[in-house]
């Protein structure tokens, strides 16, 4: 297989979505990179999420469902897509949240750039209706575990990184920010994260998810930096640190 044309292999938890799935997974199947594999983990839902995705399987033989057979929560759901991928990348992508056309393409370019292992980019929001919002979430060119600590801007369904990176890390703990804390783990094995300052990303705003409650953000932020080994006193350091950038990143996002 051609270096361009590696395979990336997309994981996609999906939970009582049935009102956005079918966008996620069009925003999948427009990218103009085409070597893919979309798996689709359903948590356990109760409304017509599964019904759709085998639906969908039905057209495209790179969209696989794999359904759990009882409710895992998230990050056993995207350690399971993980182990089951196929591909040399793999890619997250929420069940509400798109993908603009080019992503995986600019990605794919720019790991070959500077023969990179771990590539995330930019977001621009809409929210539950959505509506587009106001504000673009810009991202570093590069990301390192000290810049990482200071603020997370690195979104989970605009990363793509190799799967042998995953070979000693798993996703943790549901009541922390579990993305957050394996990126620390990853970057800290001398490892940099190359972003795109493009908004790539589509991220839909919900008000009741664990990124949308800002409160029971900031606690699962302290959590995480308690979780991989930080002293009370430089957890809560950090985590102030993230409240003042959310603080001005929300503005940016819904104030007009």
């Given at each position: 297989m051609k270096q361009n044309k590696a395979l990336v292999s997309i994981?996609?938890?999906?939970?009582?979505?049935?009102?956005?799935?079918?966008?996620?997974?069009?925003?999948?199947?427009?990218?103009?990179?085409?070597?893919?594999?979309?798996?689709?983990?359903?948590?356990?839902?109760?409304?017509?999420?599964?019904?759709?995705?085998?639906?969908?399987?039905?057209?495209?033989?790179?969209?696989?469902?794999?359904?759990?057979?009882?409710?895992?929560?998230?990050?056993?759901?995207?350690?399971?897509?993980?182990?089951?991928?196929?591909?040399?990348?793999?890619?997250?992508?929420?069940?509400?949240?798109?993908w603009e056309p080019s992503k995986l393409q600019k990605q794919i370019?720019?790991?070959?750039?500077?023969?990179?292992?771990?590539?995330?980019?930019?977001?621009?929001?809409?929210?539950?209706?959505?509506?587009?919002?106001?504000?673009?979430?810009?991202?570093?060119?590069?990301?390192?575990?000290?810049?990482?600590?200071?603020?997370?801007?690195?979104?989970?369904?605009?990363?793509?990184?190799?799967?042998?990176?995953?070979?000693?890390?798993?996703?943790?703990?549901?009541?922390?920010?579990?993305?957050?804390?394996?990126?620390?783990?990853?970057?800290?094995?001398?490892?940099?994260?190359?972003?795109?300052?493009?908004?790539?990303?589509?991220?839909?705003?919900?008000?009741?998810?664990?990124?949308?409650?800002?409160?029971?953000?900031?606690?699962?932020?302290?959590?995480?930096?308690?979780?991989?080994?930080?002293?009370?006193?430089?957890?809560?350091?950090?985590?102030?640190?993230?409240?003042?950038?959310?603080?001005?990143?929300?503005?940016?996002?819904?104030?007009?």
């Amino acid at each position: 297989m051609k270096q361009n044309k590696a395979l990336v292999s997309i994981i996609m938890p999906a939970y009582n979505c049935e009102k956005y799935i079918q966008d996620a997974i069009d925003s999948v199947v427009k990218q103009s990179y085409q070597e893919w594999e979309l798996l689709v983990l359903d948590d356990g839902s109760s409304d017509k999420t599964l019904e759709i995705v085998q639906k969908i399987e039905m057209t495209d033989r790179r969209i696989i469902s794999l359904p759990n057979i009882k409710n895992l929560g998230v990050s056993a759901t995207r350690n399971k897509g993980i182990e089951k991928a196929s591909g040399e990348w793999i890619a997250f992508l929420d069940s509400d949240d798109m993908w603009e056309p080019s992503k995986l393409q600019k990605q794919i370019d720019l790991a070959i750039k500077n023969t990179g292992e771990f590539i995330f980019t930019g977001s621009s929001y809409i929210n539950q209706e959505g509506t587009k919002l106001n504000g673009i979430f810009q991202v570093p060119d590069i990301v390192t575990y000290k810049s990482l600590l200071n603020q997370n801007v690195i979104s989970c369904s605009s990363v793509m990184v190799k799967k042998r990176l995953f070979e000693n890390v798993k996703m943790e703990k549901d009541d922390l920010h579990e993305d957050y804390a394996v990126w620390l783990k990853i970057l800290n094995k001398n490892v940099a994260a190359y972003g795109i300052n493009e908004p790539l990303l589509i991220y839909r705003l919900a008000l009741n998810s664990k990124s949308g409650n800002k409160i029971k953000s900031i606690k699962m932020t302290y959590n995480v930096f308690r979780f991989i080994g930080l002293k009370p006193l430089e957890s809560l350091y950090f985590t102030t640190k993230h409240l003042v950038g959310a603080v001005i990143k929300y503005k940016k996002i819904l104030l007009k």
